[in-house]
């Protein structure tokens, strides 16, 4: 009771409406589709590589759309299936193992429930073998309406692991148009660590460098031509005008990259731990002007944000991120409990590579105190212990009863 208690008192701080960077409910009843790309990180975003264009289509939607510059990934041990999970369920990932594996059968106030209360069609969508990460299992309970995996699509092109992200996108707006409003979930792979594609898909002119990093680029391009096609492919299905499109990365490339690797990129920071914790975070919504977003955010906040702006809201919902439209200041806290906000970055101890954790200034990189990030970010700490206990005591079934 004691632990339900708390969790009740944590929910209670409500939401705010006001003062949005886009006006609520904009994008009312409309289409959503959510893109999940794998390891696919920001640092490459408008930067150049012997003078060609390493995300030219994500460089041309940024300025059309809404981006999240300083957008983090929030994943443990569970990799793509926590940052699934943070995106659709807006709680934490469990510290050890995956809960898509642990606690699939809990009851959770997941975004394709939200919708499908609403009168959306539900549908996910991942070309690889639908058992891996239980995704069968807990798709259904999310639940999605339907789950197309590699079985439901043409294997006409292989792209790293599997079908290419490009057919995944062609193929899987074809299998969903039909039924409106929808929203789909669609978890891409072209770029997979080790990120060897096949040779023709390798269409970046590169030096000879390290094997691994040069590989990186071209599948992170491989898949930014992917998401151009995808583009393309809403446009002609006349989708574009009525689809809310959300793009962002699900962790980092789990790469030590080389000094020589960032001098090519013309990447001067000293302090690159926070660099590789940066994913990105985009947002098509018709008919809205341009907006970057400076202000910090985490995987945990897409789902508050999509429910502004379809006009839903998150009153009453036991999701734990923030609505990026509304947010003031916050810390983003990482499962491993380092946390960043507008003005600080802090590493836990042990979890790079200090020792002893390290606290910075964010603009001046300026080394300071680690009690000064530690005082600021005491509140925020205590979600992970919150999402903690939801999870393991299965309590919003307990508390939606
Ligand atoms: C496979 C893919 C694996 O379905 O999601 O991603 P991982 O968790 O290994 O990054």
């Not at 090519?264 to 660099?275: A, M, T, W």
Request: net charge negative.
């Amino acid at each position: 009771d004691q632990e339900l208690e708390e969790v009740k008192a944590w929910f209670a701080k409500g939401e705010n409406r006001k003062e949005a960077l886009v006006p609520f409910g904009v994008a009312k009843g409309k289409n959503l589709m959510v893109v999940q790309l794998e390891a696919f990180e920001s640092f490459f975003i408008n930067k150049q590589i012997n003078g060609q264009a390493i995300t030219p289509n994500l460089n041309s939607l940024i300025k059309e759309g809404i981006y999240v510059e300083n957008f983090y990934w929030q994943t443990a041990q569970g990799r793509t299936s926590d940052a699934e999970f943070l995106a659709n369920a807006s709680l934490f990932p469990i510290a050890n193992g995956s809960v898509y594996q642990l606690y699939y059968q809990n009851a959770f106030d997941s975004l394709p429930k939200i919708l499908k209360a609403k009168g959306y069609h539900t549908f996910a969508l991942h070309a690889y073998e639908k058992s891996f990460w239980n995704r069968n299992l807990m798709y259904h309970h999310y639940p999605f309406d339907r789950f197309y995996s590699m079985e439901d699509f043409n294997e006409n092109e292989t792209v790293g692991w599997a079908l290419s992200d490009k057919e995944l996108f062609l193929q899987g707006i074809d299998k969903i148009k039909g039924t409106q409003p929808f929203y789909s979930f669609i978890v891409g792979l072209s770029s997979h660590h080790p990120y060897t594609i096949q040779n023709s898909y390798k269409t970046l002119k590169l030096e000879a460098g390290i094997e691994i990093e040069n590989n990186y680029l071209q599948a992170i391009h491989y898949v930014d031509t992917a998401i151009g096609e995808l583009i393309n492919k809403l446009k002609v299905e006349k989708l574009w005008d009525n689809t809310v499109l959300v793009l962002y990365g699900d962790h980092d490339a789990g790469i030590k990259f080389s000094d020589e690797f960032y001098e090519r990129l013309g990447i001067e920071s000293l302090l690159k731990s926070e660099l590789h914790k940066k994913v990105p975070l985009y947002i098509h919504v018709p008919n809205i002007n341009p907006l970057v977003i400076e202000g910090v955010a985490g995987q945990i906040d897409i789902t508050p944000t999509i429910l502004h702006l379809l006009g839903m809201g998150d009153n009453g919902y036991y999701v734990m991120g923030d609505n990026i439209f509304t947010m003031k200041d916050k810390w983003v806290v990482l499962r491993n409990g380092s946390a960043i906000s507008n003005d600080y970055y802090y590493e836990a101890a042990g979890t790079g590579v200090f020792a002893d954790g390290v606290c910075y200034r964010r603009k001046t990189k300026e080394l300071t105190k680690v009690t000064d990030c530690q005082e600021g970010f005491k509140e925020s700490m205590q979600a992970l212990q919150v999402s903690d206990l939801i999870i393991e005591h299965n309590l919003i079934e307990k508390m939606t009863k």
